[in-house]
């Protein structure tokens, strides 16, 4: 049997007719590689491109590919699906267990339509899909809760993985995640409506099985050398040590860290949340996801008293890295890391997007300030710093009490739209952004990028690339080719699936070598390439068949106004990158690489 032959099976599971069935795509793995490749291919034959987002006819993919459980850092399964929060194509990726089970399972990817009547969670568990009733677990308090519940539920401890929404998802909220694991997310984009909108309270899927590889001494030769490079690679070990958190001083040195609603790139605390002073006061174990051994989930243990009994307290253990540091912390103006620390676990219990809610909260703590809302709506009084505000603010955007908490479920763009400051309301395309005020290739790629994210292509890096060699910001058409050329790439790193932050170590080189070990005959890097521009294409022209214009999203005025590292952004520079953007795709749509 061929390696791509224990990767091509694809289950399709049916909602509404509590259906499911299993289909060989060799072809489709063949032509498209795995991870994102087939789930954007997926998507196209899956969901039209009117699909209502809420709507039964939309659709959740997940996929893996070649290097799950194959290689180091081969650990995230990516998700596709139309975001109920702009409308779009959508991406999220998660690790932990996810990726280790769907592959262990015996698929390569995993198609979930239609809609349940009823509340339900599924049990994938090799050629079996149970549909269980989920009724209990509707409305329950929190995403832990729900997941203990499963656990004891279920077989398979040690080789499943339980995904699963909070109330945010069950309320729809936009930007609800799909929690997995506990301390991982599918956190951008709106996974977690998804989920709530079909009525699928969990997915948990167990993986047994395995597979083999064609040429068992080349393959090992390989996992060795990329394994060895991985452990003891300086930038791994940074990883491990502090993880991204490590990002908060560096970036609020040079002005790049969002600060109070992004008015600033400096937050005079940051030392405090860094990952220095978070690792030295509340750090109470590293975790790693499956085929993983560099551990860079950060957990703090939070103690509190209990009771009014001396000498008793209760801990509770929450992960953290630099996007929660940001969006939950400067962002806010939260010095506080007991303060932070609550925050972030009230924003988990509900099933939140941190980086959304963050930049809403960053929004009403401003336009409550300035008197565009008041205490009537938000019933609150927000204000820079203040957590226990901010924790009411949290539950209640699940509540939706009243017509403004209605606004705040939907995103920040809706909230500017309808009670005015649409001039600090942070989102590129309806999506909130994470946290790296670095310079114009980084605001650019936050709208050409197919989710809007750091991860598209990794600009704010180029940014600090130039600031740190005294470069001038290059020239429009070379910016965008740096920023096209990294993002096509990043397809190949998303297909095969890697962790990103293994990017450094899975060299065009080492990913040419490490395919031949499991038996694919690419014949040249270049080769590679040309796949991942293909994906690119396909990504950006589904994305445009829907409606999306990207001529037409603005740049937050705010961010024009606050200076970066490389001085301010050009508002006619940013454009020039998305017009070369459309030019780009359009010419290279012609040459019917699809």
């Known amino acids: 049997m061929s390696y791509i032959r224990y990767l091509s099976k694809v289950l399709y599971i049916d909602l509404t007719r509590k259906t499911f069935w299993v289909e060989s795509r060799e072809d489709l793995f063949s032509e498209w590689l ?98 269980r009733d989920a009724g209990t677990l509707w409305g329950m308090r929190s995403t832990e809760t729900v997941g203990r519940v499963l656990r004891d539920a279920t077989s398979g401890a040690g080789v499943r993985t339980i995904m699963r929404i909070g109330k945010a998802g069950e309320r729809l909220v936009r930007y609800a995640t799909v929690i997995t694991e506990t301390y991982r997310h599918f956190g951008r984009l709106g996974l977690g409506a998804v989920f709530g909108s079909k009525k699928l309270k969990a ?59 992004f008015s600033s790139g400096n937050f005079e605390h940051a030392e405090e949340i860094s990952g220095e002073k978070l690792a030295e006061h509340v750090l109470a174990r590293r975790v790693a996801c499956s085929g993983c051994p560099i551990a860079c989930i950060h957990v703090a243990a939070l103690r509190e008293p209990y009771g009014d009994e001396p000498y008793f307290y209760k801990t509770t253990f929450i992960s953290y890295d630099y996007e929660l540091l940001y969006s939950l912390g400067s962002n806010l103006g939260i010095s506080s890391r007991e303060g932070l620390l609550k925050l972030i676990y009230a924003v988990e219990e509900e099933g939140l997007d941190a980086i959304s809610t963050g930049v809403i909260l960053a929004w009403i703590t401003e336009a409550f300030k300035k008197g565009l809302i008041s205490e009537k709506e938000v ?128 060299k065009p080189e080492v990913v040419l070598k490490a395919l031949r070990g499991l038996g694919y005959r690419f014949r040249s890097v270049d080769e590679l390439k040309e ?50 953007y459309v030019t780009t795709v359009r010419e290279e749509s012609k040459k019917e690489l699809l």
């Open 34 to 131: 795995g991870g994102i490749g087939v789930a954007t291919q997926l998507y196209k034959e899956e969901i039209p491109s009117k699909a209502d987002p809420l709507g039964p006819e939309n659709a959740i993919i997940f996929a893996v590919g070649p290097f799950t459980m194959a290689y180091p850092l081969g650990s995230k399964t990516v998700a596709v699906f139309k975001s109920p929060l702009n409308g779009y194509f959508a991406e999220s990726h998660a690790g932990g267990r996810s990726a280790a089970a769907i592959r262990l399972a015996g698929y390569g990817a995993i198609v979930i339509k239609g809609a349940s009547e009823r509340p339900l969670y599924l049990v994938i568990d090799g050629n079996k899909v149970l549909f």
């Open 531 to 580: 796949l991942g521009k293909r994906i690119y294409l396909k990504k950006h022209l589904i994305k445009l068949s829907e409606g999306y214009d990207p001529l037409k999203v603005k740049v937050p005025k705010r961010l024009l106004e606050v200076k970066t590292a490389l001085g301010p952004v050009n508002g006619e520079y940013v454009r020039g990158i998305v017009k070369e």
């Open 203 to 261: 997915l948990v899927i167990i993986g047994k099985g395995g597979f083999k590889v064609p040429n068992p001494k080349e393959y090992r030769e390989v996992f060795k050398e990329i394994y060895e490079t991985a452990t003891k690679s300086p930038v791994m070990r940074k990883y491990h040590d502090l993880g991204t958190a490590a990002n908060v001083i560096p970036l609020s040195k040079i002005g790049a860290l969002p600060t109070r609603n």
């Open 379 to 506: 019933l609150a009084k927000p204000d820079w710093g203040k957590y226990e505000e901010y924790i009411k603010i949290v539950h209640n955007i699940i509540k939706q009490p009243n017509e403004f908490y209605k606004v705040a479920a939907l995103g920040v763009h809706e909230l500017g739209k309808k009670y005015g400051g649409e001039e600090f309301a942070i989102e590129f395309n309806k999506v909130e952004p994470a946290g790296y005020h670095t310079g114009p290739l980084f605001i650019a790629s936050l709208i050409i990028g197919a989710r809007h994210s750091h991860l598209d292509s990794g600009a704010y890096s180029m940014d600090q690339k130039l600031l740190k060699a005294g470069k001038p910001v290059p020239e429009v058409k070379e910016g965008f080719k740096m920023i096209y050329e990294e993002e096509s790439w990043r397809q190949v790193l998303n297909s095969l699936v890697i962790c990103l932050f293994a990017r450094g170590l899975y």
